[in-house]
């Protein structure tokens, strides 16, 4: 038994740790170093294409605190029961409880809102997503840290050489007998690191058009949360007994495909893409280029006209009244 639990993932030394007078958590540690991630990928990814990096610190003070609320949100109504007897504990963030699906549709509903307050709109406003989407699944990796500081997010029993320790009063009922779980918290990390690292080459190979960054990723993470659905043991609301999560998913997953499918067929300049900003400004250059004919024609008629003698009363254009 002892040489068991040496091979196993120990359980964490606590939640939170202690600064002088302050009181930090380790699952909110986890999700600020997340975001920072996130956002350090996306302003690099943004500069590298002749953006201002400043814009996704912009965007991001806007669409990452909406992204907490929704997973917070999120995470209420699907988990309502939790919070029946002790309402207060909704307010509890740092117990855990983010529901990534409802962060992710309000975080970046708020960040394309705020992009646009600062005229970000159009190809850029696709480009900048671009930029962005790869850095979430990193920030989403780091999070996931954080549920082992919490001691969740964990599947069934398992004797693996990675296998999770949990404390008795951590383990759900009717595992109680149980020392070792699979890290359900820990597949997921690994498998978002992939899915960033994937979204990343594809993106380096200028295979996809402009935009189709962000399908490719929905359907991607759609799968691997499904993945992840059906090994966790932890409770959660079902509908016609299947995990509420394992619907989102699954609509997920399609919805990214349709789209994709449906970006894919589209024959047009608008969603090609390109090596760097400058591309599409030089192109807004040429379309605003006024034609050169009709210039010079209208030199030679103002030239015409200051030629004339302001003084001449002849002709019969001119007017009665001045």
């Known amino acids: 038994m002892t040489l068991h639990l040496l091979s196993s993932i120990p359980p964490p030394p606590g939640n939170n740790f202690s600064l002088g007078p302050l009181t930090f958590n380790y699952y909110g540690l986890c999700i600020a170093l997340g975001v920072l991630a996130a ?173 189709q960054i962000l399908p490719l990723w929905i359907a991607g993470y759609g799968v691997l949360r499904f993945i992840i659905e059906s090994i966790r043991t932890d409770f959660a609301s079902q509908i016609l007994g299947i995990r509420v999560n394992h619907w989102i998913s699954a609509i997920a997953v399609i919805v990214g495909v349709l789209w994709f499918l449906q970006m894919r067929s589209k024959d047009s300049n608008d969603t090609r893409p390109i090596e760097s900003f400058e591309d599409l400004a030089a192109d807004d250059a040429v379309k605003a280029e006024p034609d050169a004919d009709a210039t010079d024609s209208d030199a030679d008629d103002s030239e015409a006209d200051a030629d004339a003698d302001p003084d001449d009363d002849s002709g019969p254009t001119k007017p009665l009244f001045s």
């Open 39 to 211: 956002v350090e990928i996306a302003r690099r990814r943004w500069e590298a294409r002749g953006g201002d990096p400043d814009e996704i610190t912009s965007i991001g003070t806007v669409g990452v605190p909406a992204g907490l609320l929704g997973a917070r949100i999120y995470h209420v109504i699907t988990d309502w029961k939790m919070y029946t007897d002790n309402p207060i504990d909704i307010l509890k963030i740092w117990n855990g409880g983010l529901g990534i699906p409802g962060g992710l549709l309000l975080g970046i509903a708020a960040g394309a809102w705020q992009a646009r307050r600062k005229g970000i709109t159009g190809d850029r406003l696709w480009d900048i997503t671009d930029a962005i989407i790869p850095g979430i699944p990193v920030a989403q990796a780091i999070g996931r840290v954080g549920n082992w500081f919490n001691q969740e997010i964990f599947g069934g029993p398992s004797d693996l050489p990675w296998a999770l320790e949990v404390d008795p009063q951590f383990r759900p009922a009717g595992f109680a007998e149980f020392e070792t779980f699979h890290p359900a918290f820990l597949y997921e990390a690994l498998l978002n690191l992939a899915l960033a690292a994937g979204l990343i080459l594809v993106d380096r190979r200028k295979v996809l058009k402009r935009g």
